[in-house]
């Protein structure tokens, strides 16, 4: 089955920027052994977006890791180019949204390689779990692979 990585059809970037908080995600080098992942977006005054990534190795008391990185707006809603190692920009698909809140996203990326979900709480329901899974099944993950990332 192809993967659909198509983004939402509006994105309020105002109303995304914020604290994020990682519910879960595929494994991937870049946040192997982390826990209590969150990110934060700020929009600077040059109109870029500071991304701000922060966990911990291994447990919610082990050290303390960031990542800084910046973010920039596409023409295609829903769909943005991040950078954390100078100008080697991915995409960043916001997937499926709450369009309502803006209270949970699920994000992808050009490869089906990468998903996040993410939520404004540390935690969600069990059913909003379920439901966000079954969104990212409809579209052709391999929801087996996510990694239920532990939070304060």
Known sequence: MKIDNSTVQKLDIQRYLGLWYEIGRFPHSFEIDMVGVTATYTLKENGRIEVLNQGYIKSLD??????VGKAKLTDQPGKLKVAFFLF?????????????GYQWAL??????????ILSRTPSISDQLYM???????DRGYDTSKIYKVPQN
Do not use: C, N, R
């Not at 080697?88 to 309502?100: N, T």
């Not at 994000?107 to 996040?116: C, Q, V």
């Open 88 to 100: 080697f920009y991915a995409d960043y698909h916001v997937m499926e949204l709450d369009q309502e």
């Open 62 to 67: 082990g050290k303390h890791k960031l990542a």
């Open 131 to 137: 439901d966000i899974l079954q969104k990212a099944k």
């Open 107 to 116: 994000i992808g990326s050009s490869t089906p390689k990468y998903l996040w």
